[in-house]
């Protein structure tokens, strides 16, 4: 595989494949690595919402392999038993915030000692967007989103599917007074987990119309859930014509704010002794 270097590139190793067992199947998810400082070093810390890790006592992880420091065509995966949620994971604090977090260290040493290390690349606390970042912000912007819409990925490289779409609510704002905003983009079961974020190479628009010359990167937030709509169907029989009734998704997803992953992180850390070194700004976006 040739050499990760662009954000772009590296944009396909931010995610986990997270995977389980749920009555009548299998229950698919997205997560992704928030690597953070600490005086005993670095604590990778696993982003995703609370509905994805659930009440399952047995999730499974699976990430890209590594290969002499380079990503392999094969897979690398954990099965983590005995989950307690409040335990091994942590939420956040308002019910209604549907983010989760994990210590995840072991995780990942625990593939390198099953002889494949991932090969990933974790967002930085100084990626997310903050409140000062935001109001500079346009009303519309074009966000990516990264993960497994239905469980699908590339089976031939293990990685996930990118997604285009826009802020259908300004990022400055709360969305129904919660710490949120709204994406319009094709938001499916799997992608729930997913990191969301803004990213211009070369050249972007500022809200005032100029244009600038450079890049800019941030991590705006979490995919959680998506709108749907309830659909009259028809089943016909032979003696009559029974209505149905299905869920159509409207492609509005909704994202919780990077602030909010910082929210929900403080309550881990708090709750485990871990102190972190250089904490994010309170400016963060909330």
């Excluded at 500022?206 to 600038?212: D, E, F, H, K």
């Amino acid at each position: 595989m040739r050499t990760v270097e662009t954000v772009a590139d590296q944009l396909f190793f931010t995610t986990v494949y997270i995977e389980a067992a749920a009555p009548g199947g299998v229950s698919t998810g997205t997560g992704f690595v928030v690597s953070y400082h600490t005086p005993e070093g670095i604590l990778p810390i696993l982003t995703t919402n609370k509905h994805v890790l659930g009440d399952f006592s047995e999730i499974t992880f699976r990430m890209v392999a590594a290969e002499t420091g380079a990503p392999s065509k094969h897979a690398t995966q954990i099965t983590v038993s005995g989950v307690v949620p409040g335990q091994t994971w942590i939420g956040h604090p308002d019910p209604n915030v549907d983010i989760a977090v994990m210590p995840f260290g072991e995780v990942m040493t625990a593939m390198a000692n099953n002889g494949a290390p991932p090969y990933f690349r974790a967002f930085d606390p100084e990626n997310f967007l903050t409140q000062e970042q935001a109001d500079e912000l346009d009303g519309i912007e074009q966000v990516l989103f990264v993960g497994y819409p239905n469980g699908l990925f590339d089976t031939a490289s293990w990685m996930p599917i990118v997604r285009r779409g826009q802020t259908a609510t300004p990022i400055y704002n709360d969305y129904r007074g919660q710490p949120s905003f709204l994406i319009d983009a094709s938001v499916f079961p799997g992608s729930s987990g997913s990191p969301v974020v803004i990213y211009d190479r070369g050249m972007y628009m500022t809200r005032s119309g100029a244009t600038n010359i450079g890049s800019r990167f941030y991590l705006a937030g979490v995919v959680a859930a998506v709108h749907t709509r309830q659909v009259l169907g028809q089943i016909i029989l032979t003696q009559g014509t029974p209505a149905a009734t299905f869920s159509d998704m409207i492609d509005l997803g909704i994202v919780y704010k990077a602030g909010a992953i910082q929210e929900t992180v403080d309550v881990l850390v708090q709750s485990k002794g871990i102190q972190l070194e250089s904490p994010p700004s309170a400016e963060t976006l909330a």
